[in-house]
C-alpha cells in the first residue's frame, strides 16, 4: 500500500465515483479502478460497493475510509512543517467568505494580515454557500468561513458561534431607530427572506408560522447589496446578522433596531477538508478574522446594552 493507492481512496469515497475521482487527481479513470481492484486485494476485503451510478464504501471502506485521512492528515501536517521550516512564513492562502462577514469583518483582518505578512499570496472569494464548500471539498479553497447547511463528507465543521441579528427597515417603516422590537406586536412587516441555503431562513419561517414574526408580504434576496439598496429605499425590511447592521447605523436612510423576541442567532462555521489541516498563513488569516469579529461583537453588545437600557 502507498500514498498514492491511499489518496485515490480518499478521492473515490469523497467524490462518490471513480471517474470522478480521476478527474479530480488529474489521471485516468482505469487507472484508479486497477488501484482500487490491488487495494482491496492486499486488504482481502471489499471497500466499495459498484453501482452504475458509482461507488459507495462498505462498512469496512468506511472505516478504512476514517484511518486513511488521519494517515493524509499526517503527511500534510508535516509538509507544511518543513515549507515553513525552510522558508519562513510565506505562501499563499485561497479562503472563502460568506458574503455577509465578507463585506463587514473581512476587510479589517485583511488589512491587518497583508501589512504583517507580505510573501503571502492571497486569494479571496465569496458567493453561495453552495458553491463555496463546493470549490473547498475539491480543494480550490483552503477553507470556507460560513454556514453549513449540511454535513459534507470529507469536509470538517468547526462551529465559530451563534451570533445575534437585528432588523434592518427603510426609514419610510417608521421605526426609532435602536428601538428594541418585539415583532409579534409590531404592524405586520414586508419582509426580504434569504435564500433557502442559508441557515437562518429556517429559523425565520418557524417564528411567522409560530406568529412570533407578522409579516404582510415576502420577497426571496440572494444579493445583499442590491437587497440593502431595495430596503434603503422602500418600507421593507430585512433580518440580518449584527455586523451588517452596524454598518449601516450610519446610513440615514434605513432604521436598524435589535430583535427583543423572537430570539434568533446566526450560525457560523469554519469548514476545511478533512484531510488536510489549515497551513500556519491560512490558520493566521483565520485567527485575525475571528479576533475582528470577536471585537465586532463586543461593540455591538455595547450598542445593545445602551440602547435597552434607554428603552
Not at 39 to 55: A, I, Q, Y
Not at 70 to 97: H, N, P, Q, R, Y
Not at 202 to 216: D, F, N, R, S
Not at 249 to 271: C, H, K, Q, S, Y
Request: glycine share 8%.
Amino acid at each position: 500500500m502507498d500514498l498514492r493507492q491511499i489518496r485515490y481512496f480518499v478521492a473515490a469515497c469523497e467524490e462518490g465515483s471513480l471517474s470522478a475521482a480521476a478527474v479530480r487527481l488529474n489521471c485516468t479513470a482505469p487507472g484508479v479502478s486497477q488501484q482500487m481492484t490491488a487495494l482491496e486485494g492486499r486488504l482481502g476485503t471489499s471497500l466499495f460497493e459498484r453501482t452504475p451510478r458509482g461507488v459507495t464504501p462498505t462498512p469496512a471502506g468506511r472505516r478504512f475510509y476514517d484511518r486513511c485521512l488521519a494517515v493524509l492528515k499526517a503527511v500534510s501536517e508535516a509538509e507544511i512543517e518543513i515549507e515553513d521550516f525552510k522558508a519562513g512564513l510565506c505562501g499563499s492562502v485561497s479562503a472563502g467568505f460568506a458574503p455577509g462577514v465578507a463585506k463587514a469583518i473581512l476587510p479589517q483582518a485583511l488589512a491587518r494580515f497583508t501589512r504583517e505578512f507580505p510573501r503571502v499570496d492571497l486569494e479571496i472569494s465569496s458567493g453561495s454557500a453552495d458553491a463555496l464548500v463546493s470549490a473547498t471539498s475539491s480543494g480550490t479553497l483552503d477553507f470556507f468561513v460560513g454556514q453549513f447547511a449540511k454535513a459534507h463528507i470529507g469536509l470538517s465543521a468547526n462551529p465559530i458561534g451563534r451570533y445575534p441579528v437585528a432588523l434592518i427597515s427603510g426609514v419610510r417603516r417608521g421605526f426609532m431607530p435602536m428601538k428594541p422590537l418585539r415583532l409579534d406586536s409590531v404592524a405586520p412587516l414586508k419582509l426580504v427572506l434569504p435564500s433557502a441555503a442559508n441557515s437562518l431562513r429556517p429559523k425565520i419561517e418557524e417564528a411567522i408560522q409560530g406568529g412570533a414574526i407578522a409579516v404582510e408580504r415576502t420577497i426571496l434576496m440572494d444579493n445583499l447589496p442590491a437587497g440593502l439598496e431595495f430596503v434603503s429605499q422602500t418600507d421593507w425590511s430585512w433580518i440580518l446578522p449584527y455586523w451588517l447592521c452596524l454598518k449601516e447605523l450610519g446610513n440615514e436612510r434605513v432604521t436598524v433596531n435589535p430583535i427583543v423576541d423572537p430570539t434568533l442567532r446566526v450560525d457560523v462555521a469554519l469548514i476545511f477538508p478533512a484531510q488536510r489541516p489549515l497551513s500556519r498563513p491560512s490558520q493566521l488569516l483565520y485567527d485575525y478574522f475571528c479576533q475582528e469579529l470577536q471585537r465586532t461583537e463586543s461593540e455591538w453588545q455595547r450598542i445593545m446594552a445602551g440602547a435597552l437600557s434607554s428603552s
